[in-house]
């Protein structure tokens, strides 16, 4: 079964830290893995795209790895702000299904509740 | 660029009543999404447009869910009549097609009483 799990449920930290979210997933044939955050009330805003080959991918202080071989991405997410506080969500994409390659092949993760305090 | 615009932002009815959210795409997206997203969970698809063709409905409650999207643009989701199951956010996306990066708008809050 296609299936996105998240690591933790939730996580507190304290202003100018560091924190590592995780994502694995059971998506096959695998397509493309995306993290979003999402503020309270807010819709999902796109922070990173990675296809197969890529291992890295960094967008300001956000950086995402993909292990494809054992399944696992992670988000790091460096010199914490209060504006980071926000749900990261973890979505995994077909590489083809009936839709041929639809935005109907996603998988969402729950997504991690991030909550960053002064 | 504007972004996805979704109204109106919150709706309270009771249930058996009926409900209708409006989503208009970024310009020049030809694919239009509907999610169902209930507090704590990850949005789930409930209906694809290609155009104004429906490419993926198989998550849709057909029996109170519709939605249309005349003329390939802006689209039209419907509750009737709404539960209290269908207390959620209703987010619509947009993207170029394909596996392209999906945009989504603010998301419509339901509660139903």
């Known amino acids: 079964k296609n299936q996105v799990e998240q690591s933790p449920q939730s996580l507190i930290i304290l202003e100018g830290k560091n924190c590592t979210l995780q994502?694995?997933?059971?998506?096959?044939?695998?397509?493309?893995l995306r993290w979003y955050k999402q503020d309270t009330g807010r819709g999902p805003v796109s922070l990173t795209i990675?296809?197969?080959?890529?291992n890295t991918k960094s967008n300001r202080r956000y950086t995402a790895t993909l292990d494809a071989d054992t399944k696992q991405s992670s988000l790091h997410i460096t010199a914490s702000q209060l504006s980071d506080s926000a749900s990261y969500i973890c979505?995994?994409?077909?590489?083809?299904?009936?839709?041929?390659?639809?935005?109907?092949?996603?998988?969402f993760g729950k997504g991690t509740k991030l909550s960053v305090k002064p | 660029e504007a972004g996805v615009a979704q109204s109106p932002r919150y709706k309270i009815i009771e249930k058996r009543q009926s409900v209708a959210f409006w989503c208009n795409p970024i310009?020049?997206?030809?694919?239009l999404y509907w999610y169902q997203q209930i507090l704590g969970q990850g949005p789930k698809l409930l209906i694809q447009?290609?155009?104004?063709?429906?490419?993926?409905d198989s998550q849709l409650p057909k029996d109170r869910f519709s939605a249309e999207r005349l003329k390939g643009v802006d689209s039209t989701l419907k509750i009737q009549p709404a539960k209290l199951e269908d207390s959620a956010v209703y987010l619509c996306?947009?993207?170029?097609?394909?596996?392209?990066?999906?945009?989504f708008g603010e998301g419509s809050r339901l509660t139903v009483l």
């Open positions: 994502c694995n997933y059971t998506v096959s044939p695998f397509s493309n």
């Open positions: 447009f290609q155009n104004n063709g429906v490419v993926d």
């Open positions: 310009s020049g997206h030809a694919t």
């Open positions: 979505v995994v994409s077909f590489e083809s299904g009936p839709y041929g390659g639809s935005q109907g092949n996603l998988i």
């Open positions: 990675m296809t197969f080959s890529e």
């Open positions: 996306a947009s993207s170029h097609g394909g596996l392209g990066e999906l945009f």
